[in-house]
């Protein structure tokens, strides 16, 4: 079993920076594809971006290409998500996900083993 715990969400200013972490209590971190997904009231949750496995490849929703940028720390188990240009359309609740040896359909949440509790961010105009 794989505990994922978010942090860093908060309220910020159109035009604003955060950082998002995702920690996990994973045993062989590597071996596992990070996920992150967001979820804005009364919407479908979707994917934001992921960072493969092997850590040779990010890949990142259209909407936010230039704007965030991903990381990861296998050393401390940990996955972040650098935010920056919030936009109010940014709003959401955040989510971690993992699925080991995830190799492929990046987007899809039924490819996630593993979910987090979620960490909101709100980015007002």
């Known amino acids: 079993q794989v505990q994922l715990v978010e942090s860093g969400g908060g309220s910020v200013q159109a035009g604003g920076s955060l950082r998002l972490s995702c920690a996990a209590s994973?045993?062989?971190?590597?071996?596992?594809?990070m996920g992150w997904f967001r979820q804005a009231p009364g919407k479908e949750r979707e994917f934001v971006a992921a960072?493969?496995?092997?850590?040779?490849?990010?890949y990142y929703t259209d909407s936010v290409k230039g704007r965030f940028t991903l990381f990861r720390d296998n050393t401390e188990n940990t996955v972040y998500l650098r935010m920056n240009s919030l936009k109010p359309e940014d709003t959401a609740v955040y989510y971690c996900a993992a699925a080991q040896y995830l190799n492929g359909n990046y987007s899809s949440l039924d490819a996630y083993d593993y979910w987090g509790q979620g960490t909101q961010v709100t980015v007002s105009s």
């Open positions: 960072f493969s496995f092997s850590g040779a490849s990010r």
């Open positions: 994973a045993r062989a971190f590597s071996t596992y594809t």
